[in-house]
């Protein structure tokens, strides 16, 4: 698995399919206690996404809106509609409530009606996990992939399914919905002058590449920087410096915070295994090293993490108080007896 890959453990789409709406004009969709990640296509028709405290994004027939939540958002006919807002949380098309077949909006069209109408479909990711909320790090609040690209064959396959009423219909659309949600992330990461983030980038790098995908495939082996160069095919310093520079950060550092991600997750999923048996699984043979270590990162023991679910925020920065170099003069003590008026 690779560094990409690894961060979609905990992002399946479950049966999360808001559903297929077949909307003319007037509407206004307002997605209330969203998700942490909601994906919007448009197969046929124009719309236009406006989240909070962002501007709005025209989407137009083919194209992808990924919204980072929670905050709410809405996707109406135009900017300023008349309509009058439906408001849809995160569950508004679960099974018991018609899965797939539910239908948004007062106003779907019908028959003739229908000629010129927008297409939606929306499906809302849960995120599970430390592992994918370093994913969501990485993202804007809205993510935005024209037509044309990698998504194209998505939009193909997605069509030909809600046009249907099949057995097993929900399984396929939420593979699907897992398709598009890749490439429209690889595409959006790959575009011409894109800022993707810097573990994304480096995974390119022919060395750098295959550092990242050993730490990922082994993350419990006993690395040093001298067994990863080995296995890179590179010298010592070659990687180290290759590895800071595109990664941001040196490869063991790298693999201390992957490793306590992987721990933080496992601490929640495996309430049966000790402290010791999770650090053992991401490569602590000793408790106390885990446990420092996963306290230096996360910001609370593993004991308390497991109880809470919570890490303690870094302290902030306090700057000086006035810009180095400015500092006031050191002035001398008086001589005894010397007093001085202020």
């Not at 448009?42 to 719309?47: D, Q, S, Y």
């Not at 083919?62 to 709410?72: H, K």
């Not at 508004?92 to 539910?102: N, S, V």
């Not at 302290?315 to 008026?341: C, I, K, M, Q, Y």
């Amino acid at each position: 698995m690779d560094a990409f890959g690894d961060l979609f453990r905990g992002m399946r789409a479950q049966g999360s399919l808001f559903g297929n709406s077949i909307l003319s004009p007037p509407w206004a969709l307002h997605f209330v206690d969203g998700a942490p990640l909601t994906l919007c296509t448009v197969l046929g028709g124009a719309g236009w996404i406006v989240p909070e405290h962002h501007p709005p994004e025209q989407l137009r027939a083919g194209e992808t809106v990924i919204v980072r939540g929670p905050a709410p958002f809405t996707f109406v006919d135009e900017v300023g509609t008349r309509a009058e807002p439906i408001a849809c949380g995160e569950h508004c098309a679960t099974p018991e409530q018609g899965g797939t077949r539910h239908r948004l909006g007062w106003n779907d069209c019908d028959g003739d009606a229908c000629d010129g109408a927008t297409t939606l479909i929306v499906g809302a990711y849960p995120v599970r996990g430390e592992i994918s909320r370093r994913l969501l790090d990485g993202l804007p609040v809205v993510l935005h992939v024209v037509s044309g690209g990698g998504t194209d064959a998505v939009l193909d396959h997605l069509a030909a399914e809600v046009a249907t009423d099949t057995p097993g219909q929900q399984v396929v659309l939420d593979r699907l919905l897992d398709w598009m949600l890749v490439c429209a992330l690889r595409e959006y990461f790959d575009r011409p002058g894109g800022e993707p983030p810097a573990w994304y980038a480096a995974q390119r790098d022919p060395v750098v590449g295959d550092a990242l995908r050993l730490l990922h495939a082994e993350p419990a082996a006993p690395w040093t920087v001298s067994s990863l160069a080995d296995r890179t095919g590179v010298s010592r310093s070659t990687l180290a410096k290759r590895f800071a520079d595109l990664v941001g950060e040196p490869p063991l550092t790298y693999l201390t915070r992957w490793r306590m991600t992987l721990a933080a997750d496992l601490l929640a999923e495996r309430e049966a295994a000790t402290v010791a048996e999770i650090g053992r699984t991401v490569g602590y043979s000793d408790a106390f090293a885990f446990s420092a270590a996963f306290k230096r990162i996360r910001g609370v023991s593993p004991s308390r993490f497991r109880r809470t679910g919570t890490v303690v925020p870094e302290r902030p920065t306090v700057p000086p108080l006035r810009p180095p170099g400015t500092e006031l003069p050191v002035v001398p003590a008086p001589p005894p007896g010397v007093r001085v008026r202020s």
